[in-house]
């Protein structure tokens, strides 16, 4: 059990002593539990009893709690708070923009016990009947259901990584994985897997013994459930339909269609060729892994005319741009996000914590840069070979400028420009917003583009063309922000981005060190834009950065 698995648990049992309404001294306690355990260094399940009571924030009785769940894997009180509140309600804890004394009021006041019931409410202008549910608070919880409902059953690739693995062994040789997984599509709906060599019976005899839930059998489809995760499915077919099967399902369809377009006897050749890469040989070009069978990249015409270049791999990956270190929201101290970096062969870190108007995540008022920045100074000294850059990650302000004077914003080598609150816009007012702050010379990097989190929040609309024409007219990166939950810009509006020469820069985010591993699945997703090292930022190497610094800085 680790650190995080802890924190949710008692972070669940905070919001549910909220949403029933118990003493917010009580709420309290379980909560600062919950922050204490997530931002603790140190594994907690290895640690003892009075180990765990001297964690600040955490005290005696808690830490009896915490001790009992590691050692015994049950949280009495929480399955107590789950005993006694409808499943419906716990559901709504999930749904971005409705917390839980909103849902303490939806439950006890208006007797809603459901996700539907709620959705049927809101088109029913019932919530406007509440203290605190003005019209605009009822369209804002209208709008979180419909995307919630709408996003039921999916996963985002990063969460489906550790039952592909689990799965993969388990099946054995006559699975061939394919569809989204495969594709590195950033949201899964099932697992896929064509299954040849055996029949129906004897897929269902193998999944007997197999932790998995039976939903449905359809023809030569079989569909297994995981518990808190992706479908399974299973396409069951003969041997010498394999190969045609494989293809067709690790490429996008409109791929196909285009294939077919361009090569009548496609069918054909697919019966005739043992495996992917033979089909492309048999066809006269280059071959094309599934994360590049779509259309929106190019990825055919390059192939036809064996010009597809070298891709971005994670080892092409030199630095961490974007990260979150102690001094604003970060887990990690700036000298421990430093030396993980070093010792994982990174050449540099740019560290970019929050600005003052991000007061939520203790954003770093003029005064405390300096500190910061005394403290940067000292560790380069130190640093051999190794470099710390000073950097920000400046709110964008609802009016586009930034949250810092000139003069501040000076003192930094790299300014992350991002917009983090006031995210309901429309179109042209989103737009003018982010271009006003891609206008300003001081800004080097426009952070996360639609502010978007996949399965959760849609994001503020913007016209992707007119801001990429932006950037590349203030010569401004765009970030390729890898947290799984983001990965935006979506890539499929990167090939614009590459085809008017805007570099890309693919960050974690990271507010700890164990997040810089999520700049592989912005790799993942970069791939399939056809993204290349040269245009990567954060793949240049440090003295290359340095120089970088220097062509940023004739702009202010």
Known sequence: MDNGQIADAFNLVAKLMDVNGENSFRVKTYSNASFNIDKEQKRIADLSLNEIAAIKGVGASTAQKVFDFIHTGKLDILEEYIAKTPPGIIEMLSIKGIGPKKINVIWKEMGIESVGELLYACNENRLTMYKGFGEKTQNNIREALEYFIGKKGFFLYAEAVPFYNEIAVLLGDHFTAVGEYVRQLEIIESLDFVVS????????????????????????????????????????IENTLKNTEVFKRNSAPEFITLLEENYPHLDTVLKETANDKAVFTQLGMAYLPPYLREVSNNALQLAQANKLPTVISKNDIRGIIHSHSTWSDGANTLEEMALYAQQTGLEYLVISDHSKSAFYANGLQPERILSQHAEIE?????????????????????????????????????VIASVHSVLKMDETKAVNRLIKAIENPYTNILGHMTGRLLLSRPGYPVNHDLIIDACAANNVVIELNAHPRRLDIDWRFLTKALDKGVLTSINPDAHSVEGYKDTRYGVFVAQKALLTANKNLSSFTLSQMEAFIVQQHAKR
Do not use: M
């Not at 019976?201 to 998995?212: G, I, R, Y």
């Not at 939903?215 to 399974?232: A, M, R």
């Open 197 to 236: 060599g055996i029949n129906n019976t004897e897929v269902k005899n193998k999944f007997q013994s197999l932790p998995f839930l039976f939903v449905s059998e359809s023809g030569n489809e079989l569909i297994y459930q995981i518990e808190n995760g992706p479908k399974i499915k299973c396409i069951i």
């Open 378 to 414: 000292n560790l380069n000294k130190r640093l051999n070979g190794f470099k710390i850059f000073k950097s920000i990650e400046s709110d964008i302000l609802i009016d586009g400028s930034l949250d810092y004077d000139n003069d501040i914003l000076a003192s930094f080598d790299l």
